[in-house]
């Protein structure tokens, strides 16, 4: 199956600030979602974004799925932002998504 | 229109116990996948169903079956429970694949098990 990378692992920030979230894949990608879990551990629809870029207030994502990559952006980050945001894909298999290990953000006011 | 919608939310069971949770996807929604979560190994995929067929299966033990019903509505069970079962389970549905589009997943709210 794919493998996906995540970076950084663990991103701390103070409210306003800016941040981009990466995922790199092994193979091509096909079904490229971004998810934050919440606390009570719901994963949340982002963005489903196979190719091109998207924006949703101030959350916008850009795929490049001839190199295999992903970005998120988070702009004038809001305390309430914080969470885990994962990026998954099924790359050549039907039925199930690969995740990455998660990209662990806390936004401090 | 209502979204994906797991019952129990929280479980706590007893190490031999079995537990069945459940899962109801979005209405015409035919691919029901399953995932468990935990800190060490992250979101494992269990297996996922499409039109009460079995497609794809991780890499779990036996205990862990599931099935689905004509009305796409799924469970999964596991049999004799360890306490490394403890975890949140996601349930996951989605329109698969639809002249030549793909859709993307949609996940429940979870089922938090702890086996004590």
């Known amino acids: 199956g794919i493998q996906v990378e995540q970076s950084p692992p663990d991103l701390i920030l103070q409210e306003g600030a800016n941040s981009t979230l990466r995922c790199n894949f092994s193979?091509?990608?096909?079904?490229l979602q971004w998810f934050h879990q919440n606390p009570w551990g719901q994963l949340i629809n982002l963005f489903y974004?196979?190719?091109g870029t998207k924006q949703n207030g101030r959350l916008s994502a850009t795929t490049v799925a001839t190199e295999r990559y992903s970005l998120l952006y988070i702009s004038s980050s809001q305390t309430t932002d914080s969470g885990v945001y994962f990026c998954?894909?099924?790359?050549?298999?039907?039925?199930?998504?690969?995740f990455g290990r998660g990209t662990q953000l806390t936004v401090w006011p | 229109k209502a979204g994906v919608t797991q019952t129990p939310r929280y479980l706590i069971k007893t190490r031999g116990q079995q537990v069945t949770l459940s899962c109801s996807p979005i209405s015409g929604h035919r691919s029901v996948s399953w995932y468990q979560q935990t800190p060490g190994q992250g979101l494992q995929f269990l297996f996922e169903y499409f039109s009460e067929t079995q497609r794809n299966k991780g890499n779990f033990p036996g205990r862990f079956s599931g099935r689905q019903f004509s009305n796409s509505r799924s469970e999964m069970n596991v049999s004799t429970l360890e306490l490394g079962d403890s975890a949140l389970y996601l349930c996951?549905?989605?329109?698969?694949?639809?002249?030549?589009?793909?859709?993307?997943?949609?996940f429940g709210s979870g089922t938090r098990l702890t086996v004590v």
């Open positions: 193979d091509s990608v096909n079904n």
């Open positions: 974004i196979p190719s």
């Open positions: 998954a894909d099924r790359g050549s298999t039907l039925g199930r998504l690969y």
């Open positions: 996951a549905s989605s329109l698969g694949v639809r002249g030549g589009r793909n859709y993307g997943y949609t």
